[in-house]
């Protein structure tokens, strides 16, 4: 699940800063020229707050990934500056998938070594262990759903580390993945995640037997760099709440691994709570990047004054006002429909802070995933109440979908109220009155909850027993580069947990839909972007929600910093960034 509470996932380095118009760079893309890099130094980056965990099978925010994959070799990663498909990393060959799309070989790279103190070649066994630590309850991996189709998956976390028989190893290069259904295509397209990473069960099988496990404190590097330890493996290096230390990995073979690792040490500073100080600090330091999107404040600095110490990307999800097909009077089209044409995206926007934050959505598969473009772009697929033209709404096409709901004044006159749940806090909060402002001017009865962050989604917007006819804080990113994962688990009816915690905000539960998605998943290539295309309209057709806005992330660096972002975390990448060169 890839809801805002982790604000993850994929971006497009090559159409940066649509929103802006340009984006901040030293040679306009973002991406430093090669001779301005060096080997050496130290570099600083300041953070709102701490990873959620340093284990590979338990993280999940983007924080998190962007330490993992500095210290880590999945089995594919993202380069900087690639955003299509991933490139091999512990895996030396892309995937092969069978015909039936019922098996995926990966054979694994020669050569990559555990850093201290296991200090040996990683092998197959190790991923398969890595997977199978996933399913403990020891460990608690966050999105088993996405390899549940593996032969002999558990339903269920297990009592301890369980063999899992639909992952062999014929030979300690090569790992085979057997599955129960075809879905070897977006099976192989998941491998990107950290699960991937090998885990040496020689090593961690002790500290798995513990509930929760303890390898988080005691993590063993496979990347470039590792966090310091003392020589038992026990992480000096981290401090939660105040600091992780990442030095060189004495066990890493630059001959095996795409990364440059330019910098000798790097100091991440976990306790930068207030962005604003945090990003004038980066901006006017030496050494230094920040974590995440600076204030308002500071963007437009950024974009009017500064303009060469920051890089712009799309994010690689989308956010929308959901539409529940299943509260009355939302489950007629009609309505749904009128309620979109009404709808000023653009207020939204601005309540989120303006052009900065990312352009207007007219559909849902983001700029950067495979399908945008064939979904109609930047301008979608063409219906007339959620168009490119019409971000402020247009309240005369309003009420003539009103009318043919039955509502001859062309405003709602009925008795239901609409219960509307938000975040208590801004920009959550402004953008819920903004929803709430666009249904009274059609003449809804509305009833504003405000609840925390925290809650939203786990206590209200994921529980279908709620009955909230618009959740005004939904959002959707990518966990891997396929637009399966961003259409099926919010809009397929067959997904549907009436029980919670259900993903399909809206019960979108159309046959229709759930047909699309089955051929889709089914197909490869040039074919596969179509078809996700083809669902991507089908939804919009059925104004289950409301697209508005595919954000964008905005990474500061200080002037002397060559930095680089990593299109999968849509952060800056630590293995490609460095300290320039003196003048």
């Not at 917007?461 to 961003?486: E, N």
Request: contains cysteine.
């Amino acid at each position: 699940m890839t809801l805002n509470i982790r604000l993850l996932s994929l971006a497009l380095l090559s159409v940066l800063a649509v929103a802006l118009g340009a984006c901040g760079g030293d040679d306009g893309d973002g991406a430093p020229a090669a001779d301005e890099k060096r080997k050496g130094g130290t570099l600083t980056e300041l953070a709102a707050g701490d990873v959620d965990y340093l284990d590979p099978g338990r993280t999940y925010y983007q924080f998190g990934l962007q330490v993992q994959y500095a210290i880590s070799r999945p089995l594919y990663s993202f380069v900087p500056g690639k955003v299509e498909e991933p490139v091999p990393d512990l895996a030396a060959e892309m995937p092969e998938i069978s015909e039936d799309k019922k098996t995926v070989t990966v054979r694994l790279r020669r050569g990559v070594r555990f850093g201290p103190p296991v200090s040996r070649e990683v092998v197959a066994g190790d991923v398969k262990y890595a997977f199978e630590r996933f399913f403990s309850a020891n460990v608690g991996g966050p999105y088993p759903g996405h390899f549940s189709a593996l032969v002999g998956a558990p339903s269920e976390p297990t009592r301890g580390v369980k063999s899992i028989r639909g992952i062999e190893t014929p030979d300690d290069h090569t790992i085979v993945f057997r599955l129960k259904e075809p879905v070897g295509v977006t099976f192989a397209s998941a491998l990107v995640m950290p699960v991937t990473v090998p885990v040496p069960a020689d090593y961690a099988r002790k500290h798995d037997a513990r509930n929760p496990s303890t390898y988080n404190r005691y993590v063993v590097a496979t990347g470039p760099y590792m966090i310091e330890n003392d020589g038992s493996g026990r992480l000096t290096g981290y401090q939660p709440g105040r600091r992780i230390t990442l030095v060189r990995n004495p066990e890493w073979d630059p001959r095996t691994d795409h990364r440059p690792a330019y910098v000798d040490r790097i100091v991440i500073r976990t306790n930068a709570t207030d962005t604003e100080i945090a990003a004038r600090q980066v901006i006017r330091g030496k050494g230094m990047i920040l974590d995440s999107n600076p204030p308002a404040s500071v963007l437009r600095e950024l974009v009017t004054r500064i303009k060469d110490q920051y890089v712009t990307l799309p994010a690689g999800g989308y956010r929308f006002f959901t539409l529940n097909t299943e509260v009355k009077p939302l489950d007629d089209i009609n309505v749904r429909k009128a309620i979109s044409a009404a709808f000023d995206r653009e207020a939204a926007r601005k309540a989120r802070g303006g052009r900065y934050v990312g352009e207007i959505a007219t559909h849902y598969l983001p700029p950067g995933m495979p399908g945008h473009e064939e979904a109609g772009g930047l301008k979608g697929p063409g219906v007339d109440f959620l168009s490119a033209e019409n971000v402020r709404g247009d309240m005369e096409l309003a009420a003539e979908y009103m009318r043919k709901a039955g509502y001859p004044s062309g405003r709602y006159t009925g008795n239901e109220e609409l219960l509307v749940v938000g975040a208590n806090a801004d920009p959550g909060k402004a953008q819920a009155e903004v929803a709430r402002a666009q249904l009274e001017k059609l003449g809804f009865k509305v009833r504003l909850r405000l609840v925390p962050q925290d809650a939203l989604y786990t206590r209200w917007c994921l529980v279908p027993a709620r009955k909230v006819a618009m959740c005004a804080g939904a959002s959707w990113f990518r966990d891997f580069q396929d637009p399966q994962s961003m259409l099926e688990p919010v809009f397929k009816g067959s997904l549907i947990n009436r029980d919670g915690p259900n993903n399909n905000m809206s019960m979108l539960n159309d046959p229709q839909v759930d047909a699309a998605m089955d051929l889709a998943a089914a197909a490869q290539g040039e074919n596969r972007a179509r078809a996700w295309a083809e669902v991507d309209r089908l939804i919009v057709e059925r104004a289950a929600g409301i697209p508005w806005l595919w954000d964008t992330t905005t990474l500061v660096r200080s002037k002397d910093v060559a930095a680089e972002a990593n299109p999968y975390t849509t952060l800056w990448d630590l293995s490609y960034t460095a300290i320039r060169a003196e003048e």
